[in-house]
């Protein structure tokens, strides 16, 4: 979750009007509406420069400049590959330093968990829990590189709540292959965080010519993917180094399958049913009989 967000977000109930378009423009277009000068984005939107000055001085920025700033500094942040976040965290990576590198770690998870569920879009959150319970096709789960984690954890939960949702492969030689049949009536959940892969771009714009639906998780309204669709959720991500946590987007994920448990636990309990068979059958788990315990 982007800092800007974080403003907009507190400072939503005393914004004006003619501000709220302002805020609606700048989550709507992010990053590059904020690229814009104010007077640029003040005639687009049809109010003054001016009103696009308090604006920013209403959010607590210095000036409009200083809002374009922090915008950047973000983008630039989340584009940054592991090996240079790696190099600018060195000293604080220190492991003769006892304890605190464990603290900072927690503390960087915590932290993700917090401002993602405290920005959570309820209204966007219904939406994709509507859209997932009425499907009447498949649901196909995408994740490339580290969004991989997430996609197999969802798929894991989802496919035991909901008939028909398959995790694509990740091949780049089968990933058309997978995508052949999907059309009108599925539903293509992408995963999508930074570095942001090109490849699942253009597996939505793919399954989008074909009439499917899109859904997007991801970590960042910078996603390619986010401004595609209103069935998206953003989760915040923390580091305490090279590599950042992704529990926030676990979190939503987590939430979105007990909601539909929750809405229609017979389902769920028939699929678990039919689990429990299966794995029986298939000897998947350890027998809990007298000689392993």
């Known amino acids: 979750m982007t800092k800007l967000l974080d403003r907009l977000r507190k400072a939503r109930s005393s914004l004006t009007g003619r501000e709220q378009r302002i805020a609606a423009a700048l989550e709507e277009g992010y990053p590059h509406a904020g690229l814009e000068s104010a007077t640029a984005l003040s005639q687009r939107l049809g109010v003054s420069a001016a009103t696009v000055i308090r604006f920013a001085a209403k959010l607590g920025y210095g000036g409009y400049p200083d809002l374009q700033r922090e915008m950047r500094e973000e983008v630039e942040t989340r584009l940054a590959s592991p090996l240079q976040r790696l190099d600018q965290s060195a000293p604080l990576l220190d492991p003769s330093i006892d304890g605190q590198l464990a603290d900072r770690t927690f503390e960087a998870a915590v932290s993700a968990l917090t401002r993602s569920f405290s920005a959570l879009d ?149 699929r678990l049913s039919l689990g429990e068979e299966a794995w029986t059958r298939l000897d998947v788990f350890r027998s809990e009989d007298a000689s392993d315990r």
């Open 122 to 270: 309820r209204a966007a959150l219904t939406l994709v829990v509507s859209a997932l319970r009425n499907c009447s096709g498949r649901i196909l789960i995408l994740g490339e590189k580290k969004a991989r984690s997430i996609a197999l954890y969802l798929f894991a939960q989802l496919n035991l709540c909901l008939p028909r949702v398959s995790l694509l492969a990740t091949d780049a030689s089968f990933e058309g292959d997978n995508l052949l049949d999907i059309g009108r009536g599925d539903l293509l959940i992408a995963m999508d965080v930074r570095r942001y892969v090109r490849r699942s771009l253009a597996a939505a714009m793919f399954a989008e010519s074909r009439g499917a639906g899109l859904i997007v998780l991801s970590d960042s309204t910078a996603s390619p993917l986010f401004g595609r669709t209103k069935l998206r959720l953003c989760a915040a991500t923390s580091t305490a180094g090279a590599f950042d946590s992704y529990v926030g987007l676990m979190l939503f994920a987590d939430i979105i399958v007990n909601m539909i448990v929750a809405a229609d636990p017979d389902t769920t309990r028939a």
